[in-house]
Each structure stands twice: as C-alpha cells, then as structure tokens.
C-alpha cells in the first residue's frame, strides 16, 4: 500500500556524524525543476553517467536544503547553506552518497517496490509447497499356487 504524507513538511537527515541537513520533500515539482536546470541543461552531451548524476545531485540539493547543522568556515564558524556552500558540501564523496542514499534514493523507491515481489525465506523455492505425493504401496496379493 502507498502511503501518503499529506504534511509535505521538510525533515531532517543526517549525512555524516554531527553533520544534518533540513530538505524540502521530494516532490515531482521539485524534480521536475531540477531537470530543466540551467547547470544540469549545460552538461555536455558526451558526459558520464557520473558527471550527469553530480550535476543532478547539486542541482537538486541548491533546491532543497533550507538549514542544516554541523558544517562551518575554514575558521569552523557555522555557516548558513549557499549555492556555492551547499555544492562545496556535495564534492566531499560520503557526503555525496549519503545525499544519494538518503534522499534521492528515497523518492526512486517507488518505482522499485512495483517491480518486486517479497523474497522466499531460504533460497528460491523455500516458499513453494510440495506437490509431489508419495505412492502408495498396493496392497500385496498373496498368491496361491
């Protein structure tokens, strides 16, 4: 069953120990908004899957991220999000994936529960029953001879 969140209100999520930030819900305007991106409409053609992923990621993230905690200056001052901060923040690597895994991903779910069914217990046919019977022994005739 699908459940619905009718509040549509940012949450919390932690990318790394001591490190949160506060994201808008990912909604299909918000992704929508994303894609006509002017920085993820100016990556080249031949570009990786990579390159085009980072591009989405910041893109997204600019979009998204209204505070977070535990991320400062060089002088480690607190500092609010900015365009410029927040894609700083995306090019450290677990930062990245945990974006990814924690929000992007979360909204890509979706599409994947439709086109799963629950594993078996143990294996591929620990779920099925048997169909296969024992035969029964015929009753043994005595013969008269």
Known sequence: ???LDLTNAPRWHDLAPGV????RPLTTALMV???S???VEAVPDDASDEERA???AKALA???VLAW???GNAEREPIDPSPDAID??????PIFEAFQLTYVSKGLLLEQEKNVSTPSPNGPSAGASDTARPVSKPAQTARRG
């Open 37 to 39: 991106d002017p920085a």
């Open 1 to 3: 069953m699908l459940s």
């Open 69 to 71: 905690e535990g991320i």
């Open 33 to 35: 908004a994303t894609r």
């Open 88 to 93: 700083a923040l995306l090019d450290i690597w």
């Open 62 to 64: 600019r979009r998204a």
């Open 54 to 56: 980072v591009a989405f």
């Open 20 to 23: 949160r930030v506060q994201l």
